[in-house]
């Protein structure tokens, strides 16, 4: 079985900042890449931001130059460090892990962690 765990979500100051944590555990053989996405309420979940093995990265628009994604391979952990938070950014978090297993390459899903960005 693999295991995706997020942490860090909570309440927020706008213009504070949050450091969110993902993860991931089980037999999987090698990591493609990891995200993070959120879906606020009444809209459909986005992609905020992802990782390659490399270190190759991408930002949704909304969130460059205040939101920066970076992994520790050696933890099997993911970060996603929020800066200036404005209320828009207010939603649940998900991790994302796409992973080979077992010969295939698969998709994995934390259960999301909750940010709130209000005063």
């Known amino acids: 079985q693999v295991q995706v765990v997020e942490s860090g979500g909570g309440l927020v100051q706008p213009g504070g900042s949050l450091r969110l944590s993902c993860a991931h555990s089980g037999d999987i053989f090698s990591i493609n890449w990891m995200a993070w996405h959120r879906q606020a309420p009444g809209k459909q979940r986005e992609l905020v931001a992802e990782i390659t093995t490399g270190g190759n990265t991408n930002y949704a628009d909304s969130v460059k130059g205040r939101f920066t994604i970076s992994r520790d391979n050696a933890k099997n952990t993911v970060y996603l460090q929020m800066n200036s938070l404005k209320a828009e950014d207010t939603g649940v978090y998900f991790c994302?892990?796409?992973?080979?297993?077992?010969?295939?390459?698969?998709?994995?899903w934390g259960q999301g962690t909750q940010v709130t960005v209000s005063s």
């Open positions: 994302y892990v796409n992973a080979r297993r077992r010969g295939r390459n698969s998709d994995y």
